[in-house]
């Protein structure tokens, strides 16, 4: 059975998962771009689904994406 997601359960499991912040206040599905900050102060975007399942919790700058070849 698939975990139903809030805010507050996402917002915990960035506190606990990584050193990023999560700025976002509302959650509206899973498609939704959140709004974190990294733990170097820069911003970003990303889904929830890629933060958690692709393990992308930090900013391009600290995490630059891999590029495909």
């Known amino acids: 059975m698939n975990?139903?997601?809030?805010?507050?359960?996402?917002?915990?499991?960035?506190?606990?998962?990584s050193d990023s912040k999560l700025l976002t206040t509302e959650y509206r599905g899973f498609s939704q771009k959140l709004q974190f900050e990294c733990a170097c102060g820069n911003t970003f975007e990303k889904s929830f689904t890629k933060f958690k399942n692709k393990n992308q919790r930090k900013c391009?700058?600290?995490?630059?994406?891999?590029?495909a070849f």
């Not at 391009?60 to 590029?67: A, F, G, I, R």
Request: negative net charge; contains cysteine.
């Open 3 to 17: 975990k139903q997601w809030t805010i507050d359960s996402i917002k915990e499991f960035v506190e606990k998962n």
């Open 60 to 67: 391009e700058v600290c995490q630059p994406l891999k590029e």
